[in-house]
């Protein structure tokens, strides 16, 4: 990270330096279990724990300044080594903000300037973070979020990850509610910002889907005349962003829009899901793409990556290659794994949205084509008034699309069994289970060699650690005579 001392700190949050000035901090961390020798502990309160009831343990593992609300002081009666600030989370985007200015600054006349990039959407944000981040690890240092890093907090953590020899940083930005984005990219300044899509996922928290898009253009508003708006045209409220920025406007289409700049030509799957297509860059291509994801509409993400590369300077050979060579990096996400018995695993339940669910659902049946193939379903949250019209939906889709066995885990969920048995799936096809403890008996007994499994929830709603269970290999439990039997 960027060397800030305690009197810098104090200076850049607006703080009270209550320490030593010249403590120089190596690290930054807000939970006090990941404090090393070093660390810049912050405080802050959160929804179950307030930080300030941890900063002893934080100090016992090597902490050496606190970033706090309020003084604390220690057993023996001696205050922690603080700055104090009135808002902790605050002050860490004050400090994020400051490390990226002094890295460019750093990096500013060298030839290598630091490139940031903003990446925002309802759905496919952390696989285009990954996508991108691999494409820009073979040309400079990068710094991308660890897992789903794309709040207040996130963001900051993942600066503070950065020092002067980064040439690219990578920034995934989520928001539940208006001016989020635009914190976050005030915050970064990012060059180039990438919008995905426009979803019905945290539409109760937003007011609606045109509030949704009103917040994640936030993100081209943020940009300067001088940078690049990376644009999928082929939504809707996404393509009317263009008249939102200054900047630049590269526009990509997986459905062959004339206008888009960056396009996936004769795109299609392969018979193990994957996309494949010929990558048209402006003035550069076409270049093959035989990507490693699974599903039809990771060809959008690719194409958002490809697009934010070019951008960044990246030729079209090397951005296909990268794109090619590029497994899934982060767990949970389109997730395959094959049992020794022949029983195929797809584990997507790390989010879901009904843009996500329902091309999940095309994927399975997709790949299911002479398997049979199960859709073991949770809730969609965040819907608001939306979530039963919604789920109900899911369920319609289902039977329409001949999966063969549909387990749906949980209450919330329930109007999306309700819906597939009214639209014709009964008996042992369709299946209700209150927990996942239940479900998984139900699968335990039920799955057969060549079975197709896909997973799919919201996160808090759990079912990726289901998939992980039924993803292990089964049990072989012994008979008495010394016999095993596999379940």
């Not at 703080?15 to 660390?39: C, H, K, Q």
């Not at 820009?136 to 207040?152: C, I, L, Q, R, W």
């Not at 920034?171 to 914190?183: L, N, S």
């Not at 790949?367 to 919604?390: F, P, Q, Y």
Request: hydrophobic fraction near 45%.
């Amino acid at each position: 990270m960027i060397a800030f001392t305690a009197a810098e700190i104090a200076d850049i949050t607006n703080g009270r330096l209550d320490a030593d000035p010249g403590i120089t901090p190596l690290t930054v961390v807000t939970d006090s279990r990941e404090a090393v020798p070093g660390s810049l502990y912050v405080a802050k309160p959160g929804e179950h724990a307030d930080g300030h009831d941890f900063i002893a343990q934080a100090f016992e593992a090597g902490a050496v300044l606190a970033l706090v609300e309020r003084e604390t002081d220690g057993p023996d009666g001696t205050r922690f080594p603080a700055v104090v600030v009135t808002d902790a989370v605050l002050a860490m985007g004050a400090l994020a903000a400051e490390a990226v200015r002094r890295i460019r600054a750093a990096r500013t006349g060298k030839g290598q300037e630091l490139t940031v990039v903003g990446i925002t959407g309802s759905a496919g944000k952390t696989t285009t973070k990954d996508l991108l981040a691999g494409l820009f690890a073979a040309h400079g240092k990068t710094v991308a979020p660890k897992g789903s890093y794309n709040g207040e907090v996130g963001v900051p953590l993942t600066v503070f990850q950065a020092n002067a020899s980064t040439r690219y940083l990578v920034i995934e930005m989520g928001a539940t509610g208006m001016g989020h984005i635009r914190y976050l990219a005030d915050m970064v300044k990012p060059d180039i910002g990438v919008v995905l899509a426009v979803g019905t996922a945290h539409a109760g928290e937003f007011g609606g889907v045109e509030n949704i898009a009103r917040a994640k253009g936030e993100m081209v508003e943020g940009l300067s005349a001088g940078g690049t708006a990376i644009i999928n045209l082929d939504d809707e409220r996404v393509a009317a962003m263009r008249s939102r920025t200054s900047a630049t406007v590269l526009g990509f289409s997986a459905e062959g829009r004339s206008e888009a700049a960056v396009q996936a030509l004769h795109a299609d799957t392969n018979s193990h899901g994957n996309p494949e297509f010929d990558l048209q860059l402006p003035g550069d291509g076409p270049h093959h793409v035989s990507s490693k994801l699974i599903g039809a509409h990771h060809t959008g993400n690719l194409l958002a990556a490809a697009a934010a590369a070019f951008a960044a300077g990246l030729t079209g050979a090397d951005i296909a290659a990268g794109l090619s060579s590029q497994a899934p990096a982060s767990r949970w996400r389109m997730e395959r794994t094959e049992r020794a018995d022949g029983v195929t695993i797809i584990n997507d339940a790390y989010n879901a949205n009904p843009e996500s669910m329902r091309a999940a659902l095309r994927t399975l049946a997709d790949l299911g084509r002479g398997r049979r193939t199960w859709a073991v379903l949770g809730a969609m949250l965040e819907l608001g008034e939306d979530s039963i019209r919604e789920h109900t939906a899911v369920g319609t889709q289902v039977v329409r699309l001949n999966i063969s066995r549909l387990v749906v885990v949980g209450r919330e969920a329930r109007p999306l069994y309700v819906s597939a048995v009214q639209e014709g799936s009964w008996g042992d096809e369709c299946i209700f289970a209150e927990t996942a403890d239940e479900a998984y008996d139900i699968l335990s007994d039920g799955l057969e060699p060549g079975d197709l499994v896909l997973f799919k929830s919201s996160n808090s709603v759990g079912l990726r650690h289901l998939g992980d269970r039924i993803a292990l290999p089964p049990q072989t439990p012994q008979h008495a005579d010394g016999r095993s039997t596999l379940l």
